[in-house]
């Protein structure tokens, strides 16, 4: 039995639909990263499985039951992180973590273990109030406060936004700890580099699902070759790449470009003739990512 089955799923507010028709499952014990920009949908999906957001139409299974019936219960078996993290400002640590676990009629006590991977680097601040943590130690407190009654399914949305980058590798392994305590694990992320902690990732757009998979399938799928061009005039050869008849994507990607080829009648040599005025730039063959995935499957949207 999958954690969760989504069929169909369609959320609109008005004219903007923020979920499209979207069927996706994941499986008990995985990590499922939903991956795309702000304004794709992602708050509302993750705000959907978390009971939070009712569905115009379709269906959602979460541990075999149907949300709409069985939210009650699933709500005992779920644990919710929102992006903006819930914390009592006010409130220490401890009262926060007090008052989360007071809501399933537990103590922090019973259920010390579960959070302790998370928590380890809290104990020190146990009694500073929430609102003098830094970003990094409020989100992990956030987390602790979604674990504390031993869900089987965590709900993360962009856990990670406006986190340093330190903490944010932290992150990464406190996730992988978790996952190894059996609970499955959903987030959203606008960060395509968090690609790399997740079994399978969603990458989203528009309300609607470009593709699912294990991130090394959907590199894999990507058949174009993909180049790379470095020079110091980066933007103007930009500029110049995109006018090359056989350019059919061409994008900034750090500090070089990234190009594809309309198909294999062209060479790179053929495109540095065509940058020739560049003396400094170079082109050479690079392996896909997730990123140039993204942006292929954008463009072939765009392009029909
Ligand atoms: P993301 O999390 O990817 O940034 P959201 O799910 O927050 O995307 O939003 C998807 C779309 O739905 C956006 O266009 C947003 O403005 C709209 N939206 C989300 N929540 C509401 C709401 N409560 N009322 C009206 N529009 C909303």
């Known amino acids: 039995m999958n954690a969760i089955e989504v069929q169909h799923l369609t959320k609109t507010f008005g004219k903007t639909t923020a979920l499209g028709d979207i069927s996706f499952s994941v499986a008990q014990g995985e990590i499922f990263g939903t991956i795309g920009p702000d304004g794709a949908g992602k708050s509302t999906l993750i705000r959907s499985l978390a009971t939070l957001a009712l569905p115009d139409s379709g269906t959602i299974q979460m541990l075999g039951m149907d949300l709409l019936k069985d939210y009650k219960t699933i709500r005992t078996k779920i644990g919710y992180m929102p992006e903006i993290f819930s914390l009592y400002q006010d409130l220490t640590v401890e009262e926060n973590l007090e008052f989360y676990a007071s809501l399933f009629d537990i103590s922090i006590a019973d259920n010390y273990q579960i959070i302790e991977p998370v928590f380890r680097q809290l104990e020190p601040f146990r009694k500073r109030r929430a609102g003098k943590l830094s970003g990094g130690m409020k989100q992990k407190l956030a987390l602790s406060c979604a674990l504390i009654h031993n869900p089987q399914i965590l709900l993360l949305d962009e856990?990670?936004?406006?986190?340093?980058?330190?903490?944010?590798?932290?992150?990464?392994?406190?996730?992988?700890?978790?996952?190894?305590?059996?609970?499955?694990?959903?987030?959203?992320?606008?960060?395509?580099?968090?690609?790399?902690?997740?079994?399978?990732?969603?990458?989203?757009?528009?309300?609607?699902?470009?593709?699912?998979?294990?991130?090394?399938?959907?590199?894999?799928?990507?058949?174009?070759?993909?180049?790379?061009?470095?020079?110091?005039?980066?933007?103007?050869?930009?500029?110049?790449?995109?006018?090359?008849?056989?350019?059919?994507?061409?994008?900034?990607?750090?500090?070089?470009?990234?190009?594809?080829?309309?198909?294999?009648?062209?060479?790179?040599?053929?495109?540095?003739?065509?940058?020739?005025?560049?003396?400094?730039?170079?082109?050479?063959?690079?392996?896909?990512?997730?990123e140039d995935c993204f942006m292929n499957l954008l463009n072939s949207e765009r392009h029909g």
């Open 159 to 290: 856990p990670t936004r406006g986190v340093d980058p330190v903490s944010r590798k932290e992150f990464w392994n406190i996730l992988g700890d978790i996952k190894k305590q059996g609970i499955t694990i959903v987030f959203s992320t606008s960060y395509m580099d968090e690609v790399s902690i997740c079994d399978k990732i969603g990458l989203f757009n528009k309300g609607k699902f470009l593709c699912i998979g294990a991130p090394a399938e959907i590199a894999d799928e990507f058949a174009d070759p993909i180049y790379l061009i470095k020079s110091a005039q980066l933007y103007k050869v930009l500029l110049k790449a995109r006018q090359w008849e056989g350019t059919r994507q061409c994008y900034m990607f750090g500090d070089s470009i990234h190009i594809v080829f309309k198909d294999g009648s062209y060479s790179p040599e053929a495109l540095k003739t065509f940058l020739a005025e560049f003396a400094d730039a170079e082109v050479s063959a690079v392996e896909a990512n997730i």
